[in-house]
Nanobody, 118 residues
Framework: QVQLVEAGGGSVQTGGSLRLSCAASGRTLRSATMGWFRQAPGKEREFVVGISWSGGTTRYADAVKGRFTISRDNAKNTVYLQMNSLKPEDTAVYYC???????????WGQGTQVTVSS
């Protein structure tokens, strides 16, 4: 079983930046696809970005393309999300997720709040 712990959330103004991190413990994530999701108040959880085990392939939701960057450091068992040019509509709880095995994203962190004010 893997435990995922997010950090780095906070409150910023429009146009600001934040860097989220997701540290894993319990097992290595070297073979796992990792992702970030978010859930805004009153809305369903949505996919933000994913990264392959090697880091060679990434996929971004259209809403964040060009502003967010995902990266991973397998030696540190950590995934990062650099968020630039933040907008109020980016306000949400951000969740880190791991796809271990072949059943999709099946391990989740507890989430970290990101609030962007206008």
């Amino acid at each position: 079983q893997v435990q995922l712990v997010e950090a780095g959330g906070g409150s910023v103004q429009t146009g600001g930046s934040l860097r989220l991190s997701c540290a894993a413990s319990g097992r290595t994530l070297r073979s796992a696809t990792m992702g970030w999701f978010r859930q805004a108040p009153g809305k369903e959880r949505e996919f933000v970005v994913g990264i392959s085990w090697s880091g060679g392939t990434t996929r971004y939701a259209d809403a964040v393309k060009g502003r967010f960057t995902i990266s991973r450091d397998n030696a540190k068992n950590t995934v990062y999300l650099q968020m630039n040019s933040l907008k109020p509509e980016d306000t949400a709880v951000y969740y880190c997720a791991a796809a271990i095995g072949s059943s999709g994203f099946n391990s989740w962190g507890q989430g970290t709040q990101v609030t962007v004010s206008s």
